[in-house]
């Protein structure tokens, strides 16, 4: 592990850390590995600060960008059903505040991720330094293309659903590899799904139902372009 964070300061706060770590082991979360990731990560400097005491209510919170930040229960899950390795690196679609990658940063040796959000990216990674995380490297960009120039990845996590499983992604898997995405295009109907690349063959394992904001392929107009439009 490299982070050194402190332990949030507000009591009430700690109080709520608690009570949502068992809420997760209640819910099903007992990879103590990830649980001890969620207790380390201070939630609450993720979220808005208008949010900040609501950090550890188990709940998804507005990020700003139209996007949100995932409920903590789907961020343990995902997390632990990708079996991360202390020294494995993992690419991540979809920075968002960067709390999902924070997780992910304090399990691995090194995170690659990717926003297209460039006002997101650039508040993520204040926050990857203000909480003294130093293996996450960012990319402004559309993750849908992924990140070959360091591929094959050995975990591959993708925060928003995509309408299939997006090949790319896949096929910068390395051998043993596991990728985690919400799929399907109806906002009430996804599925998290992990698709391991085995010898010959991707198998895939349906992990239940999710809602995520979409997968978006392209970037955003930018302010200049939809004032001219
Ligand atoms: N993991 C994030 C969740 C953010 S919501 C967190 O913990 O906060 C999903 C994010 O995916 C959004 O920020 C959205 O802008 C981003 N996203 C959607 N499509 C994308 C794409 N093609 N490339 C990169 N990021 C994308």
Redo the contacts with the bound molecule.
Sequence with gaps: MTAGQAAPTEPGLIQKKLRLLMELRRAGIADTRVLGAIEKIPREKFVPASFEDQAYENMALP?G?G????QPYV?ALMTEKLEVGTRQHVLE????????TAVLAALCRRVFT????RE?LREAERRFQEVRLHNIVCRFG???KGWPEHAPYERVLV??AAPEVPSTLADGLGPGGILIVPIGEDHRDQHLMRIRRLVDRFETEDLGLVRF?P???GLPKSRLDQSLT
Excluded: P
Aim: proline share 0%.
């Design positions: 990020i960008n996007q949100t930040v995932s961020v679609i979809g920075t968002g505040s960067g709390y999902q990717i926003e297209r959000h997101l559309d993750g849908t925060t928003a904001v997968l978006v392929a």
